[in-house]
């Protein structure tokens, strides 16, 4: 008797410690701290994606909706040379998104910067006639995106093609068909896959001048029926720039001309700047005096860095109405291209995982309040 009155009780226990066991076992996310406000991502190298680093692979799969092939889907590591695709570290990434339900996003189809050597040249090495390259981007863009299409959430169309100070740069994608590269870029990407979102993204987007002729392209884009959905900023930081004010003028012009915004490229260089674009071809000779933290970030610099990180999403969060997705470049610090540029060998702390892969502290607010 004393057994079947206790059975109930015993079974309401048992459920109990199950409920604190998941619970205990169940680490709060990013994404389900930022599911009312925007996706969440990082950008993927091929190490995770090739199922080579499983400690990452949980903290992804834990923490993010939305992954970025860090390098794979570049035009000097997908298309080579002419004709040649090399698809499997792609497919891979691809794969490894769509079976955990992520948000994919294709980088880059068009970017002046790991742009595949044969692609703006003729044999005799010069630069191809504007029919010869519109045809190169036009196979490029259809071949890309047709492979994964209907997989990919968004792509990168064009990278990084205007200068701080609002000229375009002069890729060779500009030298040799001039503005219309843009339109004619997204154009192919339109008629490619009609479901994948597609956008511009580039760095320094603080800059007034440059926020400027973004928005005149958009307005541009718009004018002449060509889709455009959203605009990547870069979030490529450091201890003193972007100016905070500059950029959330920017995520609320972007917003106001009528395409999603995504801080894309998210990290924040602990250490001091070198140079503040992203212009990867720079090089300055490694210098003891830019490598100053090798064994750790001083309580300082970390408090420091953790407040701006935090000002920052908080302004992102300000902004949640127009901000579409928030993606890191890379995981946890010892994943971060900034530990190798702008110079080599240098220890950096930029990301919103440290390197025993624990959230940096100016999430916990968001982390805790999610539980
Ligand atoms: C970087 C990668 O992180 C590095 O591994 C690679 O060596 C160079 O490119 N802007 C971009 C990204 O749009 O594609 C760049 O990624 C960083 C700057």
Known sequence: ???????????????????????????????????????????????????????????????????????????????????????????????????????????????????????????????????????????????????????????????EAILEDGSYRKSPFYEILGEEFIPFAFSCAAAADPDAELYLNDYSMASPAKRETYLKIIADLKARGIRIDGIGMQGHMGMDYPDFAEFEKSIEEYGKAGVGVMITEWDMSALPTVNQGANVADTTAFNKLLNPYPDGLPEDIDREWNERMGRMMDMFMRHADVITRVTAWGTDDSKSWKNDWPMKGRTEYPLLFSRSLTPKPFLNKYLISSE
Not at 121 to 140: C, E, F, Y
């Open 1 to 159: 008797m004393k057994t079947i009155a206790l059975l109930p009780a015993l079974l309401l226990l048992g459920a109990c410690s199950t409920a604190q066991k998941e619970t205990a076992t169940t680490p709060p996310s990013l994404k389900d701290a930022f599911a009312d406000s925007f996706l969440i991502g990082a950008a993927l190298n091929t190490d995770c994606t090739n199922g080579l680093d499983p400690a990452t692979d949980s903290l992804v799969s834990l923490h993010f909706n939305s992954i970025v092939a860090e390098n794979c889907m570049k035009s000097e590591k997908i298309n080579p040379s002419e004709g040649v695709y090399e698809w499997d570290d792609a497919d891979n990434f691809v794969n490894y998104g769509t079976e955990r339900g992520m948000k994919i996003i294709g980088h880059t189809l068009l970017w002046h910067s790991q742009l595949a050597p044969w692609f703006p040249l003729d044999s005799a090495g010069n630069n191809v006639t504007p029919d010869v390259m519109k045809q190169r981007i036009a196979n490029h863009i259809s071949t890309v995106m047709t492979r994964y299409k209907g997989k990919i959430h968004g792509w990168d169309v064009v990278n």
